[in-house]
């Protein structure tokens, strides 16, 4: 009860743990939601080509001095998002490849920037900071937690509005397009909103473990459940629980706060697939 | 009267002809069959036919009174282990009538039921899509595609992958659509298949269209004897 006890303590009396809660939760939801359509579409490594992105363009924020690093990190990864789930057709490197590319090059060349101008004396600590997560979301300002609010509710807004043309898009491209609902704007929109969420999520996890959070809720829910909606309910409530215990472990036991709640998501991913071979995933 | 009317069309990418001189019409009611062999060019055809690729050359015409074309794609690894229920899968064929709206209307949801007990799977509404035989995963789809439109479906290889009784069902049950007025267009390299359920065949290869008309017309042509012989009817 003493850990529970000072748990309380430091959520009534400290407003950066209060901040941190609603960020954390507010990204795992976002995350897991587009999550099931990312599986689905074959699309999980994109998230991952897209952190290292995100990753290289912070490199060049930090390195121009700029305040404001959200001016250069979010329109650089919309834009690689846009031009990474473009090359799925009709191109002569594809998707897979272009993927590898575009994550690995921006990776190498944020890299180099940090270290050709450093700003700190730190810099595997910058570096080591921005891949796996820092304590930043315990440090966060008022205004950081408005930002993430404003992106979050842009995200679900937009989730939520065109639910069933992300489903239909998600399962047959080719039998939208013939009936005349434009597939290439969803896939935009799709696009768009994966990005958005990994330059939030950056903050919580860092950027090599985002997939983490993007991925294991929606196969675990996959695994168990059997319609579309139920698996996208059950994979936010996994993600969000996940993130709230994550957490309140790194908190407790001053674990780094990403690992924590992928460690969480990892375990609950093992109990569900336990599950799903125990109930059996085949009837009919 | 003619829903489509094919002129003369070319039809290709940017680095070459697939196949060309396509002419031909399909009236309302028709059963029209698409036969060739892989590469024809069947597939760009029915991508051209839904207006999804234009062609290089000639023209397509739609009757402006064919509000939308019903399609069966070829299945894609995707969508065998796809986590939806029945329903969600048939309710999405309404898609095209939402428009901003971002729910589905009373009016979809009753035919989207009325739909699925037509194909005889109102049982399987609340069922999951990857756990049903590939013989219902097909009815579901054409469900699907029955709740876009009622005026023509045009499908994709409907049968490959089936066991030969689930064959035989889809291809009695796609003739029944055909004689409650649903216009058909089948690609298929079914010959017998072809021969039995369509009214008229398009035969495409070697770059060109090698035959259209009627079955009995089909049967008695040259190119026609010798596709059946190898078909080995």
Redesign the interface.
Known sequence: MNGLQTLVDYFVNYPFVRYAFAVGLLIALCASLLGVTLV???FSFIGDGLSHVAFGAMAVAAVTGLTNRMAIVLPVTLLSAVLLLRTGKNTKIKGDAAVAMISVGALAIGYMLMNLFPTSANISGDVCSTLFGSTSILTLQKSDVAVCVVMAAIVLTVF??????I??VT??E????????RANVYNLVIAVITAIIIVLAMNLVGSLLISALIIFPALSA?RV?????S?IICSSVISVVCAAVGIVLSILFSTPVGSTIVTADIVVFLGFWITSVIIG???? | MAQITCIDATLGYEDGVVTEGLSFTVETGDCLCILGENGSGKSTLVKALLGLKPVLRGKIERDPALTGIGYLPQQTVVQRDFPASVREIVRSGCLARMGLRPFYSAEDKALADRTMEQLGIASLAGHCYRDLSGGQQQRVLLARALCATRSMLLLDEPVTGLDPKAQIDLYELIAKLNRDGITIIMVTHDVNAAVRYASHILHIGGGKQRFFGTVDAYKESSIGKAFLAEGGA
């Open positions: 689905l579409k074959r939520v509005l065109f639910y069933h043309q489903f239909a399962f047959d080719s039998f939208c397009s013939a009936i005349g609902v996959m459940f059997k319609s579309f909606l698996v995933r085949t009837r009919v």
